[in-house]
């Protein structure tokens, strides 16, 4: 396997450590005139996003992590299953409902997503910042509730539920930003 | 690749790498694209790099992030030539590295701060001719090389012998002072394999001299002297390194073991290196010092710490009275390591020993071996003048001159693009 020395060692390398890929977010060099430089790295790990404080003395060095970012959609879920396919060399990946988190809120079948590879398996799958999803089922919205800060539970076509404002009705087309899980606007009236 | 590239104003030219995930563009020194204006939050503007797709966001800035002219009321996908107005700054975002490629050529610092580092350097070599210096020149590339455990010379080979890029001028100036010179001063480039930084790179630029009869106490007077011209400070103050770790740190570093250096380290803050392997005492002092002592040092006025430990004498002699420390000083502004100092090692044989030791030590570190004997050795053994010699760092100077925060800000070419 591949090495890094310190002196290769820049934002932005993926690096194995304890055997989980890492990524470095951050570098510092740090040396007196006459003594040994020391690397203080701030490291992300890839599968759990935590962030490890490391510091490297000159001459250590680091496994290279086989990490690559690809294109891919969301083909369908089966129970527990949640199934995706390489836009490239359509390969299929297969994730645990564990491995795909909260992201299961949005996903839609034939949505274009963004996984991250380690040793050729996906660790993890992004959905796009902002998705539509169609308004299944919502109690409706009393009369004349019109402002945006009343709010109520809505359930969307992927089964989950999203808080919206009172207004929102059955059908509506929402947007949702992913990254928060909050509506963000109504796309369409249907 | 994608980048930015601002295509007004006096920063005209210079591009920032968009690195995968999110960019934030704002007035804080965290800032990926660090904007320096008051017109602009601290988190003012995100660019988001996702697989081949980059997205703008407005941070809910105050005045407004402007695309193409108009203002951002939701998030954008950029087209490579789009132009993003942010206060008065305009950037262009370009995918194509041709285009940012060619914008290589420019310097990472601006044309006043080149300007400004000139006078910097006129002002210096008054200084040294007006102390009644003589301004040398010695090789850059030299058989003979420094030998120290953490400085990494660049290996050059000319017509099949290893020769080496100075790490500093110092062999060069000694055997001029060996020769009859008596006070000498050369500021030159120096390169030191490895190093890069804020405060680092690889090829920089060094201040050098020598004074045949100084003191250490005369040395560090006219050291104080020249950074408190140089910087327009009022006075220094004067530390031994014992006192500094035992006010800052409650420790003796000259008499304490190795373990309750470590003790000391493992009850700090900090997060020491995993492996331990080829660490000894100095090296654990040296971390102590650069997280914890040189932090603190300099911030009122210039610091001058003397009194090294012999262990870390390199060419210092070791003090006549004191056995445990060497005659060697260093001077910190505002945290900043900016010049070395030593009342100069004499005796070839001990040069000739110092450096067996530390070619065992980069030996065991997987370093080159490097020459036990040289020229210096010979003008040592010829007899060189009792002298004290100081080494300062120039771009540093510069820096906290004009309080840049980056080398890169202070010199012409950065090593990336030299």
């Not at chain 2, 932090?295 to 610091?303: A, D, I, K």
Request: charged content about 25%; glycine content about 6%; hydrophobic content about 40%.
């Amino acid at each position: 396997m591949a090495s890094y020395k310190t002196n290769d060692f820049r934002k932005g390398l993926r690096v194995e450590i304890d055997n989980e890929p890492y990524l470095m977010i951050e570098m510092n060099f740090v040396k007196p005139g006459k003594g040994n430089a020391l690397y203080k790295c701030k490291l992300r790990n890839l599968i759990r996003g935590t962030v490890l404080d490391r510091t490297y003395k000159g001459g250590d060095s680091l496994e290279a992590a086989d990490v690559e970012e690809i294109d891919c959609q969301f083909l369908y879920r089966q129970t527990d299953t949640f199934y995706f396919m390489n836009n490239t060399d359509f390969d299929q990946y297969e994730l645990s409902e564990e491995q795909v988190g909260d992201y299961w809120k949005y996903l839609k079948e034939g949505m274009k997503c963004h996984a991250v590879l380690w040793n050729g398996n996906p660790i993890t799958i992004t959905p796009p910042n902002h998705v539509e999803l169609t308004v299944e089922f919502c109690e409706p919205g009393a009369k004349g509730d019109t402002a945006t800060n009343v709010t109520k539970p809505v359930k969307v076509e992927t089964g989950a539920e999203i808080i919206c404002p009172a207004f929102i009705e059955m059908g509506n087309i929402i947007k949702v930003d992913t990254r928060t899980g909050d509506y963000v606007e109504r796309a369409s009236v249907k | 690749m994608a980048y930015l590239i601002i295509t007004n104003g006096l920063d005209k030219g210079q591009h920032f790498v968009l690195s995968n995930g999110e960019n934030i563009v704002g007035r804080d020194e965290e800032a990926q694209i660090h904007l320096s204006l008051n017109a602009v939050n601290r988190q003012h503007a995100c660019v988001v790099v996702q697989c081949d797709s980059v997205l703008i966001q407005d941070l809910n800035s105050v005045n407004g992030t402007f695309v193409n002219g108009e203002r951002l009321q939701q998030d954008l996908l950029l087209n490579d030539g789009d132009l993003i107005q942010i206060a008065d700054l305009e950037m262009k975002f370009c995918t194509d590295t041709a285009a940012s490629e060619s914008h290589k050529f420019r310097s990472t610092s601006t044309v006043e701060t080149l300007i400004a580092r000139s006078g910097l350097l006129k002002q210096l070599r008054e200084f040294f001719y007006d102390s009644g210096f003589d301004e040398v020149e010695t090789p850059v590339l030299s058989a003979d090389t420094v030998v120290d455990r953490y400085l990494h010379p660049i290996s050059v080979e000319v017509a099949g012998k290893q020769h080496w890029l100075q790490t500093s001028p110092e062999f060069g100036m000694k055997r001029l002072i060996a020769s009859g010179m008596q006070a000498i001063f050369q500021i030159c480039h120096a390169f030191r394999d490895e190093e890069r930084g804020p405060l680092h790179n690889l090829e920089f630029t060094m201040v050098e001299w020598y004074q045949v009869g100084h003191s250490t106490q005369e040395a560090m007077d006219f050291l104080g002297k020249l950074i408190t011209s140089m910087l327009s400070y009022s006075g220094y103050d004067t530390i031994s390194y014992s006192d500094a770790f035992q006010q800052i740190l409650k420790i003796d570093p000259l008499k304490s073991t190795e373990k309750e250096l470590i003790n000391v380290i493992a009850s700090l803050d900090f997060e020491p290196p995993q492996d331990w392997r080829g660490m000894n005492r100095d090296d654990w002092l040296d971390l102590l010092m650069t997280e914890f002592i040189q932090p603190r040092l300099g911030f009122e006025q210039p610091c001058i710490l003397y009194d090294y430990p012999a262990s870390q004498s390199a060419l210092a002699r070791l003090h006549p009275e004191k056995p445990l420390v060497a005659e060697r000083f260093e001077l910190f502004v505002q945290g900043i390591e900016l010049a070395n100092g030593y009342h100069e090692l004499l005796d070839a044989e001990q040069l000739l020993q110092r450096n067996i030791k530390t070619n065992a030590l980069r030996q065991l570190d997987d370093r080159p071996e490097l020459p036990n004997d040289s020229y210096l050795a010979d003008a040592m053994r010829h007899g060189l003048p009792d002298c004290c010699g100081v080494a300062l760092g120039f771009d540093r100077l510069v820096m906290l001159a004009l309080g840049k925060k980056s080398i890169r800000d202070v010199i012409p070419f950065p090593f990336a693009r030299a």
